[in-house]
């Protein structure tokens, strides 16, 4: 298994694959700039080759990018809209600076226009930047969301709509977050119900198209549709989900990447809780 965590970039990316590499994680998930912000200064290629020698140092596996908060390819506003096509654009050729194959995305929210239109526009952007795609390498990977206020993207059939229906799949790939789908609904604990979404998913999606998992617990119960982290095995999905989804063969090869409450400084436990469920803990 390649287990990674969402690393801080506060202090640039030359730092990051060691601090990874002591905590003991072999992925890891970045913002390619300021998360809550439009605009960014370019980056500083020095920092650059530093990050990409580390890599190698450190034997980090696979980076991540995880898009701007800002980005809502749902945006009924044309400006916002405009925007959020620019800015991914922007955040896929830094992920071509820095050798990152794939920028996770949340779909976005249709702020009251109705899921039917929502879905429409989002793919609508996303063919927007697939036509400004052809000289770049990284790929989009659609993350499945907790559906929290007008978030589409939280049923597998919102996913499935998206890569049915752009210009080319190819391009656009996807990001299972676990506590998201328990959110939205998809049980994870018993055996039964953990087949049956996986099922779902595979029929619906295709497990051919899983690039990245979010490995996180639920700190809110199944189908309450909020997005609220927990550490591995502290939350809904306890001991009992994660040992399904741990020992699930499927996600062998894919970065399996914490995005547990405490970050960077708690990564450590959530390691050791993963450590003692594959044990039969
Ligand atoms: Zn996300
Ligand atoms: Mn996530
Ligand atoms: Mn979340």
């Avoid at 990674?4 to 970045?30: E, K, T």
């Avoid at 702020?111 to 790929?139: P, T």
């Avoid at 989900?241 to 399996?256: A, V, Y």
Wanted: some cysteine; charged content about 30%; proline content about 2%.
């Amino acid at each position: 298994m390649i287990i990674g965590g969402h690393m801080s970039i506060g202090g640039g990316f030359r730092d990051a694959p060691a601090r990874a590499r002591d905590i003991g994680l072999d992925a890891m998930q970045v913002f390619t700039k300021n998360q809550r912000q439009w605009i960014a200064k370019p980056l500083n290629m020095e920092d650059v080759h530093g990050y990409m020698e580390n890599m190698k140092k450190y034997d980090i596996k696979i980076t991540v990018a995880h898009a701007s908060y800002l980005v809502n390819l749902a945006a009924p506003d044309d400006e916002k809209f405009k925007k959020s096509i620019d800015s991914m654009l922007h955040e896929l050729q830094r992920c071509d600076i820095l050798n990152i194959p794939y920028l996770v995305f949340h779909p976005g929210a249709h702020m009251g226009k109705g899921e039917k239109e929502g879905l429409k526009r989002i793919v609508d952007g996303l063919n927007s930047i697939i036509d400004k795609m052809e000289n770049i390498n990284a790929r989009i990977a659609i993350e499945t969301t907790a559906g929290q206020g007008t978030n589409l993207g939280y049923k597998f059939d919102h996913i499935a709509y998206m890569l049915d229906n752009v210009s080319d799949k190819s391009k656009v790939k996807v990001c299972m977050d676990t506590c998201h789908i328990f959110a939205a609904g998809y049980e994870l604990r018993s055996k039964e119900g953990y087949e049956k979404t996986m099922e779902e998913f595979e029929k619906m999606i295709g497990f051919e198209n899983l690039k990245v998992v979010h490995l996180n617990d639920s700190e809110k119960s199944l189908g309450s549709r909020v997005d609220r982290h927990a550490q591995i095995g502290r939350g809904y999905i306890g001991k009992e989900g994660f040992r399904n989804i741990l020992n699930d063969f499927r996600f062998k090869d894919i970065p399996l990447i914490l995005e547990t409450p405490g970050g960077e400084a708690l990564y450590g436990e959530d390691l050791k809780m993963i450590k003692e469920i594959l044990g039969g803990g």
